[in-house]
């Protein structure tokens, strides 16, 4: 008998600093305010810890490719451990918040467990806006979570499977609306429009294409609203062109399970409603720190993001209703937020180091959309818009620069191309386990 005598590699833990004695920065959200306000503050003499319900950070802008079977979930998250492996003085607690304690510097865990802290910065971002509509909170799909995509993409695919079976028996219909007519609703319409193209010739789904129907409503006159007129139009074109309906004025009352209702008293069956029709921080975190809270249900804030009559707590990001001008506020745009986020990095240190702060400038670096795989709007700092491929290559050329990760922006790179030229069969894939993912 062959007897292996292998030695099994020793492993060294790794010895931390006793930090104990600096000041404790706790910051609330793994978005990228909270993640830009920690780079902020890794390094520095400070003890930093991230709180979040997620272990990872996720790349909002591209969950609609994700809910359309474009990229993989896995591409758009990160973990946060991992972004600040090389930070000693960064730490993380996988925890959700329920309450901060002003009087008494804490914040307090679901499970009552609490953290002291020397200044709070509260990161904790937006979540969808449903405005009251009955139903649309329980039926509808909103896509502000890596959670939330992978559930609107079992929920695509499985009424695609569903026609197929029903292609020979009772040919049924798909109507799959999407409400909001902003950057994510124009981007989710012109992907799942590309989704459903794709299935029916790839996949070999027995689909009628004259039976789907993809539509797009909105109360505004006109599409991404943001930008200039002639971009709403070449956006409207381009959708049209890929046959995606386009209503405007239109309201929706009520949303079921499987149909939806409109003012004019339409109701109108579907397979899907994806909710894109904008955002709030009520029913967060953010907004219960104040009595009365801002715009939106964000947290209100003073010039250097500090919230209005305290010393050591501060709001960043969508969660913050911070000051642009006298009347107005910043947008909500992940620029908005990764700017905060380090101009409260560097306010905290200022006020640590007993220097006076100074007044949140936001830099408008432009906005923009992508409506299917050839085409993109670019509305640049100075009001110049750029649109078709160049815009594409723009939007696709600023969207890697800014995920996390060497391998997340390669593998993205690497999709792109393959599906630039052609379209493969890619992460179709239904998970048993979205519809119950938190």
């Known amino acids: 008998m062959l007897k292996l005598d292998m030695a099994l590699p020793t492993h060294t833990t790794k010895e931390y600093p006793d930090l104990s004695h600096l000041p404790h920065v706790v910051i609330i959200g793994g978005g990228f305010?909270?993640?830009?306000?920690?780079?902020?503050?890794?390094?520095?003499?400070?003890?930093?810890?991230?709180?979040?319900?997620?272990?990872?950070?996720?790349?909002?802008?591209?969950?609609?490719?994700?809910?359309?079977?474009?990229?993989?979930?896995?591409e758009v998250a990160?973990?946060?451990?991992?972004?600040?492996?090389?930070?000693?003085?960064?730490?993380?607690?996988?925890?959700?918040?329920?309450?901060?304690?002003?009087?008494?510097?804490?914040?307090?865990?679901?499970?009552?467990?609490?953290?002291?802290?020397?200044?709070?910065?509260?990161?904790?971002?937006?979540?969808?806006?449903?405005?009251?509509?009955?139903?649309?909170?329980?039926f509808a799909m909103p896509l502000y979570s890596l959670a939330d995509a992978r559930k609107l993409r079992n929920r695509l695919l499985i009424s695609l499977e569903e026609a197929d079976a029903s292609s020979e028996t009772s040919p049924m219909s798909l109507n799959f609306v999407i409400v909001g007519g902003g950057p994510t609703g124009v981007e989710t319409s012109g992907a799942l429009s590309e989704l459903i193209r794709t299935v029916i010739k790839r996949d070999g789904l027995r689909i009628d294409p004259s039976r789907v129907r993809v539509m797009l409503v909105d109360m505004a006159p006109r599409l991404l609203t943001p930008f200039p007129e002639k971009a709403s139009d070449y956006a409207k074109r381009e959708l049209e062109r890929m046959g995606i309906e386009i209503e405007f004025g239109r309201s929706v009352v009520e949303v079921e399970e499987r149909a939806i209702r409109f003012a004019d008293g339409e109701r109108l069956k579907v397979a899907a409603v994806v909710w894109a029709a904008g955002v709030t921080a009520s029913g967060t975190l953010a907004h219960?720190?104040?009595?009365?809270?801002?715009?939106?249900?964000?947290?209100?804030?003073?010039?250097?993001?500090?919230?209005?009559?305290?010393?050591?707590?501060?709001?960043?990001?969508?969660?913050?209703?911070?000051?642009?001008?006298?009347?107005?506020?910043?947008?909500?745009?992940?620029?908005?937020?990764?700017q905060s986020g380090r101009h409260c990095a560097e306010q905290v240190l200022r006020v640590l180091s007993g220097e006076p702060t100074k007044p949140f400038a936001y830099r408008n670096k432009g906005i923009m959309a992508t409506i299917g795989r050839h085409a993109a709007i670019a509305k640049l700092p100075g009001g110049t818009v750029v649109k078709g491929t160049p815009g594409w290559l723009a939007w696709l050329g600023l969207h890697l620069w800014y995920l996390v990760g060497f391998r997340n922006r390669l593998r993205v790179m690497i999709n792109w191309t393959w599906r630039y030229f052609d379209w493969p069969s890619g992460p179709r894939l239904i998970v048993a386990d979205a519809e119950t993912a938190e």
């Open 288 to 338: 219960d720190l104040q009595t009365t809270s801002g715009p939106g249900g964000r947290v209100r804030v003073m010039p250097d993001l500090r919230l209005l009559e305290s010393e050591n707590v501060w709001a960043v990001g969508d969660a913050a209703a911070v000051p642009l001008g006298e009347t107005e506020f910043c947008p909500q745009l992940a620029p908005v937020a990764m």
């Open 33 to 74: 305010a909270g993640i830009a306000a920690a780079r902020g503050l890794a390094g520095k003499k400070v003890r930093v810890t991230i709180i979040d319900k997620h272990n990872f950070h996720t790349f909002l802008p591209l969950l609609y490719q994700v809910a359309t079977a474009m990229l993989e979930p896995a």
């Open 78 to 138: 990160y973990p946060i451990r991992t972004i600040f492996g090389k930070a000693n003085n960064v730490g993380f607690r996988h925890a959700k918040v329920r309450e901060v304690v002003h009087a008494r510097n804490v914040v307090v865990l679901e499970d009552g467990v609490e953290i002291g802290f020397d200044h709070l910065i509260v990161a904790t971002g937006a979540t969808a806006a449903f405005f009251g509509i009955p139903g649309a909170s329980q």
